[in-house]
């Protein structure tokens, strides 16, 4: 039996890792910016999309300084799940969703992620940001979304409202792995490649954190050892300015 994906995903990895580089280096020079002149990190996505913000939240060996936006609209627990493609092209829904989970200022930073970058959800939560004086860092996938038109009235797409691309380099329609016999390839490459880069991210800016003579950076302990809970909540009340949700 010949487990394809592995070698789609090593392969992508490598891509990535040769191609993204400096874009996930402007990244961390980013947010350690944000964070050292005080600003907010917020993370946006819509349906599967959003399962990288969902990765970045709330969990242990993560920062604890992500914000994720959630609507409940989009959430991959709605019902019927046609609902959340139908909210995701719904125009308005996105400004509306960030107006009310999100209070963007000068020097914030939105992390979006939409593989094709074309449904008005995510664009005008990327435009709201904007319009406040936020940068956007946007994980898609390029050749995808050239390939396709914006369904926003403004006709913009996601990387075109972005500060620093992360391309994924996945393939147009996100399937990555061939099957004998079938036009349609299966098994998406976007979630994989996409939590990858943002962890890396992750470990470089804490990294930095630290040869920045900051000893000990807001990173969640497991709330499964000993003393996690307590080393939490120490935490949290050193930065609570900083993130929007409580413990």
């Known amino acids: 039996m010949d487990f394809k994906y592995f070698e789609v995903i090593e392969d992508l990895l490598e891509v990535v890792l040769r ?11 980013l947010l350690f910016n944000c964070i050292q002149e005080g600003g907010n990190i917020y993370t946006f996505g819509a349906s599967h999309a959003g399962i990288l913000s969902e990765e970045l939240y709330y969990r242990a060996g993560g920062l604890m300084l992500f914000n994720p936006i959630f609507g409940r609209e989009l959430m991959l627990d709605t019902e019927p799940i046609t609902h959340t493609s139908k909210m995701e092209r719904l125009v308005g829904y996105g400004t509306a969703l960030a107006r009310s989970n999100a209070d963007f ?8 992620h939409s593989v094709s970058g074309r449904n008005p959800v995510t664009v005008e939560v990327a435009q709201v940001a904007k319009d406040a004086g936020a940068k956007v860092v946007a994980v898609t ?6 390939s396709v038109a914006s369904r926003h009235p403004s006709g913009k797409r996601l990387f075109e409202l972005a500060d620093i691309v992360l391309d994924n380099h996945g393939e147009v329609g996100d399937a990555g792995v061939e099957i004998d016999g079938m036009r349609q390839k299966v098994s998406p490459t976007s979630t994989v490649i996409g939590a990858t880069m943002l962890n890396a ?3 470089a800016l804490v990294q930095r954190f630290v040869e920045a003579g900051v000893s000990d950076p807001p990173v ?3 709330a499964n050892l000993d003393g996690g809970d307590e080393l939490n909540r120490k935490m949290y009340e050193r930065y609570k300015e900083h993130i929007k949700f409580r413990l």
């Open 201 to 203: 991210i992750v470990a």
């Open 105 to 112: 200022r000068s020097g914030d930073v939105l992390v979006a």
């Open 141 to 146: 996938n390029l050749k995808y979304s050239q």
């Open 220 to 222: 969640f302990y497991s």
């Open 19 to 29: 191609k993204e580089r400096k874009h996930m280096e402007e990244c961390v020079n």
